[in-house]
T-cell receptor, first 116, second 111 residues
Protein backbone atom coordinates (compact mmCIF):
# COMPACT_ATOMS: atom_id res chain seq x y z
CA UNK A 1 0.00 0.00 0.00
CA UNK A 2 1.61 3.23 -1.21
CA UNK A 3 -0.62 5.51 0.86
CA UNK A 4 -2.06 7.16 -2.25
CA UNK A 5 -5.79 6.58 -2.66
CA UNK A 6 -7.89 6.90 -5.77
CA UNK A 7 -11.63 6.75 -6.28
CA UNK A 8 -13.53 5.25 -7.91
CA UNK A 9 -11.74 2.02 -8.79
CA UNK A 10 -13.89 1.46 -11.84
CA UNK A 11 -15.98 3.83 -13.90
CA UNK A 12 -18.16 2.93 -16.87
CA UNK A 13 -19.76 5.71 -18.85
CA UNK A 14 -20.95 6.65 -22.31
CA UNK A 15 -19.38 8.75 -25.02
CA UNK A 16 -19.95 12.45 -24.62
CA UNK A 17 -20.21 12.26 -20.84
CA UNK A 18 -18.07 13.91 -18.18
CA UNK A 19 -16.42 12.19 -15.21
CA UNK A 20 -14.30 13.18 -12.25
CA UNK A 21 -11.50 11.07 -10.84
CA UNK A 22 -10.26 11.75 -7.35
CA UNK A 23 -6.85 11.31 -5.77
CA UNK A 24 -5.67 11.73 -2.19
CA UNK A 25 -1.88 11.94 -1.87
CA UNK A 26 0.22 10.37 0.86
CA UNK A 27 0.18 12.27 4.11
CA UNK A 28 2.70 15.10 3.86
CA UNK A 29 3.11 14.96 0.09
CA UNK A 30 2.60 18.29 -1.66
CA UNK A 31 2.95 17.26 -5.28
CA UNK A 32 0.42 15.26 -7.29
CA UNK A 33 0.90 13.78 -10.75
CA UNK A 34 -1.63 12.25 -13.13
CA UNK A 35 -0.74 9.53 -15.64
CA UNK A 36 -2.79 7.71 -18.25
CA UNK A 37 -2.15 4.12 -19.31
CA UNK A 38 -3.84 2.89 -22.43
CA UNK A 39 -3.11 -0.31 -24.34
CA UNK A 40 -1.54 1.43 -27.31
CA UNK A 41 0.22 4.35 -25.59
CA UNK A 42 1.64 2.87 -22.42
CA UNK A 43 2.03 5.01 -19.29
CA UNK A 44 2.00 8.71 -20.13
CA UNK A 45 2.32 11.77 -17.94
CA UNK A 46 -0.64 14.11 -18.07
CA UNK A 47 -0.22 16.90 -15.54
CA UNK A 48 1.38 17.82 -12.21
CA UNK A 49 0.30 20.04 -9.34
CA UNK A 50 2.37 21.30 -6.46
CA UNK A 51 0.75 22.82 -3.40
CA UNK A 52 -2.34 23.82 -5.33
CA UNK A 53 -0.62 25.24 -8.40
CA UNK A 54 -0.17 23.65 -11.79
CA UNK A 55 3.51 22.89 -12.25
CA UNK A 56 3.90 20.88 -15.45
CA UNK A 57 1.79 19.67 -18.33
CA UNK A 58 2.30 16.64 -20.49
CA UNK A 59 0.15 15.07 -23.13
CA UNK A 60 -3.11 16.22 -21.65
CA UNK A 61 -6.03 16.85 -23.98
CA UNK A 62 -7.93 20.13 -23.84
CA UNK A 63 -11.03 18.15 -22.85
CA UNK A 64 -9.20 17.13 -19.68
CA UNK A 65 -8.52 19.38 -16.72
CA UNK A 66 -7.29 18.96 -13.19
CA UNK A 67 -6.98 20.85 -9.96
CA UNK A 68 -5.48 20.44 -6.53
CA UNK A 69 -7.46 21.63 -3.57
CA UNK A 70 -6.26 23.29 -0.31
CA UNK A 71 -6.37 19.92 1.47
CA UNK A 72 -4.02 18.69 -1.31
CA UNK A 73 -6.36 16.16 -2.84
CA UNK A 74 -6.63 16.38 -6.60
CA UNK A 75 -9.32 15.80 -9.16
CA UNK A 76 -8.97 14.98 -12.84
CA UNK A 77 -11.96 16.00 -14.93
CA UNK A 78 -12.53 14.31 -18.26
CA UNK A 79 -15.25 15.72 -20.52
CA UNK A 80 -16.78 14.96 -23.93
CA UNK A 81 -15.53 11.45 -23.48
CA UNK A 82 -14.55 9.37 -26.47
CA UNK A 83 -13.99 5.64 -26.84
CA UNK A 84 -10.26 6.27 -26.97
CA UNK A 85 -10.28 7.75 -23.48
CA UNK A 86 -10.82 4.29 -22.04
CA UNK A 87 -7.72 3.66 -19.97
CA UNK A 88 -6.25 3.31 -16.52
CA UNK A 89 -5.67 6.64 -14.82
CA UNK A 90 -3.04 6.74 -12.10
CA UNK A 91 -2.27 9.39 -9.59
CA UNK A 92 1.12 9.65 -7.93
CA UNK A 93 2.41 11.89 -5.18
CA UNK A 94 5.75 13.05 -3.86
CA UNK A 95 6.91 15.19 -0.97
CA UNK A 96 8.41 17.84 -3.17
CA UNK A 97 8.76 18.22 -6.90
CA UNK A 98 11.99 17.79 -8.78
CA UNK A 99 14.73 17.54 -6.29
CA UNK A 100 16.72 14.97 -4.41
CA UNK A 101 15.44 12.00 -2.52
CA UNK A 102 12.16 13.60 -1.52
CA UNK A 103 10.73 13.60 -4.99
CA UNK A 104 10.25 9.86 -5.42
CA UNK A 105 6.76 9.34 -6.80
CA UNK A 106 4.42 6.83 -5.19
CA UNK A 107 1.46 5.65 -7.22
CA UNK A 108 -2.11 4.95 -6.31
CA UNK A 109 -4.05 1.86 -7.41
CA UNK A 110 -5.63 3.65 -10.35
CA UNK A 111 -9.09 4.21 -11.78
CA UNK A 112 -10.16 2.07 -14.72
CA UNK A 113 -12.31 4.14 -17.06
CA UNK A 114 -14.40 2.41 -19.69
CA UNK A 115 -16.19 4.55 -22.24
CA UNK A 116 -18.93 2.74 -24.16
CA UNK B 1 15.70 12.56 -20.16
CA UNK B 2 17.98 9.88 -21.53
CA UNK B 3 16.48 6.95 -23.39
CA UNK B 4 16.62 3.46 -21.90
CA UNK B 5 16.71 0.04 -23.55
CA UNK B 6 15.45 -3.07 -21.78
CA UNK B 7 14.80 -6.63 -22.95
CA UNK B 8 11.17 -7.21 -23.77
CA UNK B 9 10.82 -10.25 -21.56
CA UNK B 10 12.74 -12.52 -19.21
CA UNK B 11 12.08 -15.67 -17.22
CA UNK B 12 13.58 -16.57 -13.86
CA UNK B 13 13.18 -19.65 -11.68
CA UNK B 14 11.55 -19.14 -8.32
CA UNK B 15 14.12 -18.76 -5.56
CA UNK B 16 16.88 -17.68 -7.91
CA UNK B 17 18.21 -14.17 -8.34
CA UNK B 18 16.55 -12.19 -11.11
CA UNK B 19 18.92 -9.85 -12.92
CA UNK B 20 17.24 -7.25 -15.09
CA UNK B 21 19.52 -5.20 -17.34
CA UNK B 22 18.98 -1.67 -18.58
CA UNK B 23 21.03 0.28 -21.08
CA UNK B 24 21.15 4.06 -20.80
CA UNK B 25 24.22 4.97 -22.83
CA UNK B 26 23.25 8.65 -23.22
CA UNK B 27 22.75 9.31 -19.52
CA UNK B 28 23.95 12.67 -18.23
CA UNK B 29 25.84 13.32 -15.04
CA UNK B 30 22.80 14.78 -13.29
CA UNK B 31 20.40 11.98 -14.18
CA UNK B 32 19.28 9.29 -11.76
CA UNK B 33 18.32 5.73 -12.64
CA UNK B 34 14.93 4.75 -11.23
CA UNK B 35 13.26 1.34 -11.23
CA UNK B 36 9.53 0.78 -10.92
CA UNK B 37 7.45 -2.32 -11.45
CA UNK B 38 3.83 -2.85 -12.34
CA UNK B 39 2.10 -6.03 -11.28
CA UNK B 40 -0.75 -6.77 -13.69
CA UNK B 41 -2.78 -3.52 -13.86
CA UNK B 42 -1.90 -2.23 -10.42
CA UNK B 43 -0.25 1.13 -9.87
CA UNK B 44 3.49 1.24 -10.58
CA UNK B 45 5.50 0.41 -7.49
CA UNK B 46 8.73 2.22 -6.69
CA UNK B 47 11.64 -0.17 -6.19
CA UNK B 48 14.92 1.70 -5.98
CA UNK B 49 16.96 4.48 -7.53
CA UNK B 50 20.57 5.59 -7.70
CA UNK B 51 22.96 8.10 -9.21
CA UNK B 52 26.32 6.35 -9.49
CA UNK B 53 26.87 4.21 -6.43
CA UNK B 54 25.34 0.79 -6.03
CA UNK B 55 22.21 0.85 -3.90
CA UNK B 56 20.39 -1.79 -1.87
CA UNK B 57 17.11 -1.76 -0.03
CA UNK B 58 14.71 -4.36 1.29
CA UNK B 59 13.34 -5.06 -2.17
CA UNK B 60 16.33 -5.10 -4.49
CA UNK B 61 19.85 -4.06 -5.35
CA UNK B 62 20.83 -1.66 -8.10
CA UNK B 63 24.21 -2.04 -9.73
CA UNK B 64 25.32 0.88 -11.93
CA UNK B 65 28.41 0.46 -14.10
CA UNK B 66 31.29 2.82 -13.54
CA UNK B 67 30.63 4.68 -16.81
CA UNK B 68 26.93 4.80 -15.85
CA UNK B 69 25.88 3.65 -19.29
CA UNK B 70 24.06 0.60 -17.98
CA UNK B 71 22.60 -0.80 -14.80
CA UNK B 72 21.20 -4.03 -13.41
CA UNK B 73 18.33 -4.48 -11.02
CA UNK B 74 18.76 -7.58 -8.86
CA UNK B 75 15.92 -9.29 -7.05
CA UNK B 76 17.91 -11.64 -4.81
CA UNK B 77 15.38 -14.43 -4.25
CA UNK B 78 12.58 -14.14 -6.77
CA UNK B 79 9.10 -15.28 -5.80
CA UNK B 80 5.98 -15.72 -7.89
CA UNK B 81 4.78 -12.34 -6.62
CA UNK B 82 7.70 -10.70 -8.41
CA UNK B 83 6.12 -11.48 -11.78
CA UNK B 84 5.57 -8.00 -13.24
CA UNK B 85 6.67 -5.48 -15.84
CA UNK B 86 9.84 -3.72 -14.68
CA UNK B 87 10.56 -0.21 -15.88
CA UNK B 88 14.00 1.39 -15.90
CA UNK B 89 13.69 5.18 -16.04
CA UNK B 90 16.40 7.79 -16.32
CA UNK B 91 15.40 11.12 -14.91
CA UNK B 92 16.97 14.49 -14.20
CA UNK B 93 17.10 15.14 -10.48
CA UNK B 94 16.00 18.75 -10.71
CA UNK B 95 13.56 20.57 -12.93
CA UNK B 96 11.86 17.74 -14.80
CA UNK B 97 9.75 15.81 -12.41
CA UNK B 98 7.66 13.64 -14.71
CA UNK B 99 8.48 9.96 -15.14
CA UNK B 100 8.83 8.79 -18.74
CA UNK B 101 7.94 5.12 -18.95
CA UNK B 102 9.16 2.92 -21.77
CA UNK B 103 7.86 -0.54 -22.53
CA UNK B 104 9.81 -2.22 -19.73
CA UNK B 105 10.76 -5.87 -19.21
CA UNK B 106 8.08 -8.42 -18.55
CA UNK B 107 9.60 -10.69 -15.89
CA UNK B 108 7.97 -14.06 -15.37
CA UNK B 109 8.94 -16.12 -12.35
CA UNK B 110 8.70 -19.83 -13.10
CA UNK B 111 7.71 -22.20 -10.24
Amino acid sequence: DSGVTQTPKHLITATGQRVTLRCSPRSGDLSVYWYQQSLDQGLQFLIQYYNGEERAKGNILERFSAQQFPDLHSELNLSSLELGDSALYFCASSVVPGGGLGDTQYFGPGTRLTVL
Amino acid sequence: DAKTTQPTSMDCAEGRAANLPCNHSTISGNEYVYWYRQIHSQGPQYIIHGLKNNETNEMASLIITEDRKSSTLILPHATLRDTAVYYCIVRVAFGNEKLTFGTGTRLTIIP
